[in-house]
């Protein structure tokens, strides 16, 4: 059997690693942000009986420009978004890529802040298209005068913004954004996937839209829709831009059974947000005990919470691994990550935190199981 190392792969991808966060069989599952909470049964049911519709015309090729979905999602949306400003694909990494494909590519620079969704710079590496990792203020932070100076400087052709930022959970405000358009000489993406669970007095991006064509700003509905399994990912843009993306997806590229789930669960939107206001508290609740337990969380506007002063991260991680519990080691010092999930997943993770003791496991997992480990880092 021969190594990929062997194989004449391009240069650029010679020594890199897929993108991979641990998966484990285990009860509690706070790793990847999804929404633990189980979509409700006559949701479920619609969402069912639209996919076997869908089944009986799937000897054709489903509907290229998929309007009905684009239909439902500008009105999900609203701030006026017009259904042809709409793009849809197979999760928002494949709208990542569309854009990358179109407006990136080689020669062509794309200005990241660090630390930011792992994603970002997998997708440009694939593209081919160079990453230049920008920097943070203080406690991950960005302001409009550290974002804009930088854009300033690097005149990146395209630019990708957190709001809120994975993994750390910082809010980025329309200021910033507004900042980094007006330095910017290319597109400015502003990555909105867990905009849901923002606070609701903070404005989205998409109010920005009117008169700024290359502004684009893209959402998820692996999230708040708990629609992970989907994969639906979206943007909002001007019209011109969606016919830039056209030229680079491939033929018939949202099937005919994703479309149709994708819409059947946007006509029951208030149904699948209602969980967002439970989602948010149990957040707010983790942020509230971390401190309590020697941990320091740092805001969040997202359905996660990044904390520090763990002493030993991957300590901590095998520690609740054993305990059935999965969160997340980014690779950024003494800092973990969890999802906020029901209220019962947040008593569990908060009693068997506490049961590590002040700063977390401090050597190697206790009562492993069998023994076996998963990574922590992605």
């Given amino acids: 059997m021969t190594s990929l190392s062997e194989l004449p792969i391009r240069d650029d991808l010679r020594g890199k690693t897929p993108y991979g966060a641990p998966q484990a ?211 909002a843009a001007d019209p011109a831009v969606i016919d830039a993306l056209r030229l680079v997806r491939l033929p018939y590229h949202l099937s005919a059974l994703t479309q149709a789930a994708a819409v059947a669960a946007l006509e029951h939107a208030p149904t699948m947000l209602a969980m967002v206001d439970d989602i948010a508290a149990q957040r707010d609740r983790l942020v509230a005990a971390l401190p309590e337990l020697g941990y320091r969380p740092y805001p969040s506007s997202a359905n996660f919470v990044f904390f520090g002063d763990v002493d030993d991260p991957n300590a901590t991680f095998e520690a609740l691994f054993a305990r059935d519990i999965l969160i997340r080691d980014v690779g950024i010092p003494n800092t973990l990550r969890v999802t906020a999930g029901t209220a019962q997943e947040t008593d569990y993770f908060l009693e068997q935190l506490a049961a590590l003791g002040a700063g977390g496991a401090h050597g190697a997992a206790d009562g492993a199981g069998d023994g076996a480990s998963v990574g922590s880092q992605a």
């Fill in 25 to 235: 069989s285990v009860r509690y599952q706070l790793n990847v942000n999804e929404n633990t909470h189980p979509v409700p049964e006559d949701v479920a049911r619609h969402v069912v009986e639209s996919v076997a519709r869908a089944v009986l015309g799937v000897n054709r090729y489903p509907d290229r420009e998929f309007t009905e979905l684009r239909e439902h999602l500008a009105a999900y949306l609203g701030h006026g978004i017009a259904p042809e400003q709409i793009w849809a694909a197979n999760g928002s990494n494949e709208v990542l890529q569309h854009v990358l494909q179109a407006f990136g590519g080689p020669g062509r620079t794309l200005l990241g802040f660090p630390p930011t969704y792992s994603m970002h710079t997998i997708i440009a590496s694939g593209t081919g298209t160079q990453w230049v990792a920008g920097e943070r203020d203080a406690d991950f932070e960005l302001s409009p005068e550290t974002a804009a100076r930088q854009v300033a400087e690097l005149q990146p052709d395209v630019v990708f913004l957190c709001a809120p930022n994975n993994p750390t959970g910082t809010p980025l405000g329309v200021d910033v954004v507004q900042a980094v358009y007006d330095a910017a000489p290319g597109i400015v993406l502003v990555d909105e996937a867990y905009a849901e669970f923002m606070p609701k007095d903070q404005p989205s991006a998409l109010s920005l839209l009117p008169g700024r064509e290359r502004l684009l700003v893209s959402r998820t509905m692996s999230k708040a829709f708990a629609f992970a399994g989907a994969r639906v990912g979206y943007l």
